[in-house]
């Protein structure tokens, strides 16, 4: 479609757009590498909320893409909260990703720290390997 326009030197410029289908359009993944159901190392003391969050965290703090940093999590309803620390670069094992990590569970009057191992085949979900707990009162 052109405008006619007088007394305008500039050529006019249209751009056409091509609609497409939303059939056409790759469906959007159902999974996004989560970690199914907590550890027993992760403390009984976790609800289901509790896990969420601390889930969430872990999720974050594994990505090979992130930045390396602590990512911490907290429940006020529980007073739950934590962090998961990654202590290492990203390395591949046996065809997965894995990243080591330490984590803190904390309650009033005591804290838990864990020291793991997460691993993701391409694709796949984040599986907790080598999840080793200590307990140590505040």
Request: hydrophobic share 35%.
């Amino acid at each position: 479609m052109f405008l006619p326009l007088s007394g305008c030197g500039l050529p006019i410029i249209t751009f056409q757009t091509e609609t497409v289908a939303e059939a056409a359009l790759p469906p959007e993944p159902t999974s996004t590498g989560s970690i199914a159901r907590p550890p027993e190392s992760f403390g009984r003391d976790l609800g289901a909320e509790d896990w969420r969050r601390a889930h969430a965290a872990l999720s974050v703090a594994l990505d090979p893409q992130g930045n390396g940093r602590p990512v911490k999590w907290d429940n006020p309803e529980t007073s739950l909260r934590g962090s998961v620390n990654p202590t290492g670069l990203p390395y591949v094992s046996n065809d997965q990703v894995c990243r080591d990590f330490l984590a803190s569970v904390i309650a009033p009057g005591r804290s838990r720290f864990l020291r793991g191992t997460g691993c993701k085949p391409s694709g796949g979900e984040w599986a907790l390997k080598r999840v080793r707990g200590t307990k140590t009162a505040i």
